[in-house]
Nanobody, 125 residues
Framework: VQLQASGGGLVQAGDSLRLSCAAS????????MGWFRQAPGKEREFVAA????????YYTAPVRGRFTISRDNARNTVYLQMNSLNPEDTAVYYC???????????????????WGRGTQVTVSS
């Protein structure tokens, strides 16, 4: 699966952004999808994930209630709607795909087989 993330940018605190991740190469609906982020000097961290069907979604606590993950299997795309952004959300955001969704809620990056290049999100105060 080839993944291409887009939609990042420079915004002010309180603004919104929507990230997109377009998949190609394999049957998109066979993969659960996740978003991760890595801030400068920090480890990569789990942000959100969505099961293959799109019914079940998982979030890390700092973004719950502000971010929404969704997918459109007909368009082979997963989205991350980010509202009420704050400077702590500044990071490179990566989308990833996994064929195994049994432990999706644990946000384990090593369970993802495919990764896209990141898109930079910068939130100014």
């Amino acid at each position: 699966v080839q993944l291409q993330a887009s939609g990042g940018g420079l915004v002010q605190a309180g603004d919104s952004l929507r990230l997109s991740c377009a998949a190609s190469g394999r049957t998109f609906s066979n993969y659960a999808m996740g978003w991760f982020r890595q801030a400068p000097g920090k480890e990569r961290e789990f942000v959100a994930a969505i099961k293959k069907s799109g019914v079940y979604k998982y979030y890390t606590a700092p973004v719950r209630g502000r971010f929404t993950i969704s997918r459109d299997n007909a368009r082979n795309t997963v989205y991350l709607q980010m509202n009420s952004l704050n400077p702590e959300d500044t990071a490179v955001y990566y989308c990833a795909a996994t064929s195994s969704e049994d432990r999706l809620g644990f946000g384990l990056d090593y369970e993802y087989e495919y990764w896209g290049r990141g898109t930079q999100v910068t939130v100014s105060s």
